[in-house]
């Protein structure tokens, strides 16, 4: 199956322009779509829009193949292009060592499972970007993927009821030892 992606022509806030996008998605031959529009950031889908987003979907004859969801607020202290310094207080951020914030964040990729299962979906798609210079801290690291499997434990029942995966991303830039270190984990706490 090959699903096209809901923003190629860019995150329009417009919802004549997001319906256009997916009728000229579904008019170029393509039976799915990969929802990414606010795949960054902590926007929260209503219930109402997760409606329209439907309606269209059924009107022009296409199924979601998944959602691109978000990890948290958009963040403002990236390092490169591909690293950002981890802080505490990055809000709706499932790593977060803040419990509030940490909890905002499962709240925020509930929101995209919810989406995902409205739209008839089976998967989300969730970016993991390591903060991987701040694991030479002593207890970071282990802190760090406590916050990770928490979190994701949580969601485990909740996606498990809506037949829903969490497909994490790899990312470019991470380095491979930490990168192969962070599926090991996440295998080695959850079964596929």
Do not use: C, M
């Given at each position: 199956m090959i699903a096209f992606s809901s923003d190629y022509l860019g995150e329009s806030q417009d919802v004549r322009q997001i319906e256009a996008t997916i009728c000229a998605i579904a008019r170029a031959?393509?039976?799915?779509?990969?929802?990414?529009?606010e795949w960054e950031g902590d926007y929260l889908y209503s219930p109402s829009e997760m409606d329209q987003i439907k309606h269209w979907f059924d009107e022009y004859g296409v199924l979601a193949k998944g959602v691109h969801a978000s990890e948290g607020s958009a963040r403002k202290n990236v390092i490169g292009k591909y690293h950002y310094?981890?802080?505490?207080?990055?809000?709706?951020?499932?790593?977060?060592?803040?419990?509030?914030?940490?909890?905002?964040?499962?709240?925020?990729?509930?929101?995209?499972?919810?989406?995902c299962h409205k739209l008839g979906g089976h998967e989300i798609v969730l970016h993991m970007q390591l903060p991987y210079r701040s694991?030479?801290?002593?207890?970071?690291?282990?802190?760090?993927?406590?916050?990770?499997?928490?979190?994701?434990?949580?969601?485990?029942?909740?996606c498990a009821d809506k037949e829903m995966r969490i497909c994490v991303e790899n990312m470019m830039g991470t380095p491979n030892a930490d990168q192969i270190d962070q599926f090991e984990r996440l295998f080695a706490a959850f079964g596929p």
């Open positions: 031959g393509f039976s799915h779509i990969h929802w990414v529009h310094r981890w802080e505490a207080q990055n809000r709706k951020d499932y790593t977060s060592f803040d419990e509030y914030n940490r909890a905002a964040g499962v709240d925020l990729i509930r929101n995209r499972v919810d989406l694991f030479a801290e002593p207890g970071f690291k282990e802190h760090y993927y406590a916050q990770v499997i928490k979190s994701f434990s949580e969601l485990k029942d909740y």
